[in-house]
């Protein structure tokens, strides 16, 4: 499977956002990213409801919608009528993590775990088989245009290690700090779908900046 892209609308121009929304519509991304923040579970707050059914209204991609807020179950309904179609939690946010992918796949969305850089993969492996994606933090949650932290190719190796049993088809995607440097090796490592806010929003040629993530290639030469 080729690759997938997700710009991070956190880094958009949100005094534009319909522009931004329609350059993604026009460009090579597969998702748009949407970073949900509370202020509790991350020491920061991005927006709500009525942005992401904004959001909605423009995009042509699905939307991915990542949960960095605390008892996400109280309102996952909410952000599927807003428009998500993926809809990440976060493992520590979630006493009743089993629960809460059940019914995030109930409401019809593909349902996924973040983790942050600290948390350690194992504790994923008996939920693995349950989800279609880890959102797998390269920085500590709360803010975009953050350091890559390098420890993450050899989780990504362990996470799929882990999975290629269980779920094989797991998507795992990288959030935090992807650029044009880090993103070869990232895919090397066994990751799939790439998130990128600053990299895409703070490039001159944005489009160019989507494409050059979705042509990086993995495949070798047979010799
Ligand atoms: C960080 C968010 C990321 C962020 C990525 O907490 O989850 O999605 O937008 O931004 P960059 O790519 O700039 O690190
Ligand atoms: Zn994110």
Not at 69 to 83: C, M, Q, T
Not at 89 to 105: D, G, M
Not at 177 to 196: I, M
Request: aromatic content about 6%.
């Amino acid at each position: 499977m080729k690759h997938l892209v997700a710009p991070s609308i956190l880094s958009a121009d949100f005094a534009n956002l319909q522009r931004d929304i329609e350059m993604l519509n026009k460009s090579y991304a597969d998702w748009i990213h949407v970073d949900i923040m509370d202020g509790v579970f991350v020491p920061n707050i991005s927006f709500g409801f009525p942005v992401v059914k904004a959001v909605k209204q423009h995009a042509l991609k699905p939307l991915d919608v990542h949960l960095m807020i605390v008892d996400p179950d109280r309102y996952l309904n909410e952000f599927k009528e807003a428009g998500a179609n993926n809809i990440s939690v976060h493992f520590e946010a979630c006493i009743h993590l089993h629960r809460t992918i059940q019914k995030i796949k109930e409401l019809g969305c593909r349902a996924g775990v973040a983790i942050n850089p600290h948390t350690p993969i194992a504790q994923l492996s008996d939920i693995v088989e349950d989800i279609d994606l880890v959102c797998m933090m390269s920085v500590n949650p709360g803010f975009g245009g953050q350091k890559f932290i390098e420890s993450t190719y050899r989780r990504i190796r362990e996470l799929r290690l882990l999975a290629q049993d269980r779920n094989p088809n797991l998507l795992i995607e990288i959030d935090g700090g992807v650029n044009h440097q880090n993103s070869l090796s990232l895919l090397q490592a066994g990751a799939n779908v790439l998130v990128a806010g600053n990299t895409v929003f703070g490039a001159d040629d944005q489009m160019a900046s989507i494409k050059q993530l979705k042509d990086v290639s993995i495949t070798r030469k047979a010799v």
